[in-house]
């Protein structure tokens, strides 16, 4: 087993390192969405958005929210989050 959390959202299954009291437990199953605790790398000057940093390219996102944390989204199933130094994790999980 692994250690995280296993919810069922909108008919899928999600396995996530970061606990999400607003989800609905379940138990350990096969995730259709992972999320996890990673490094992410700054994104690219040229590819910043003016307002909020984000790029994407084909089946890959990645996003920077200012005092929250970048978040890569890949194929729809992988998503790895960086949180900002003192996030607050109710905002890491509302961008999530």
Request: aromatic fraction near 10%.
């Given at each position: 087993?692994?250690?995280?959390?296993?919810?069922?959202?909108?008919?899928?299954?999600?396995?996530?390192?970061?606990?999400?009291p607003?989800?609905?437990?379940?138990?350990?199953?096969i995730?259709?969405?992972?999320?996890?605790v990673?490094?992410l790398?700054?994104?690219?000057?040229?590819?910043?958005?003016?307002?909020?940093?984000?790029?994407?390219?084909?089946?890959?996102?990645?996003?920077?929210?200012?005092?929250?944390?970048r978040?890569?989204?890949?194929?729809?199933?992988?998503?790895?989050?960086?949180?900002?130094?003192?996030?607050e994790?109710?905002?890491i999980?509302?961008?999530?």
């Open positions: 087993m692994e250690n995280g959390f296993y919810y069922h959202v909108h008919g899928f299954t999600l396995y996530s390192e970061i606990e999400c607003e989800l609905l437990l379940v138990t350990e199953s995730p259709d969405v992972r999320v996890q990673g490094l790398a700054d994104f690219p000057l040229h590819q910043k958005h003016p307002h909020q940093g984000y790029c994407i390219e084909g089946m890959h996102m990645l996003l920077n929210i200012k005092d929250v944390g978040f890569s989204v890949k194929d729809g199933r992988e998503i790895i989050v960086d949180p900002a130094p003192d996030a994790p109710k905002m999980r509302l961008f999530l």
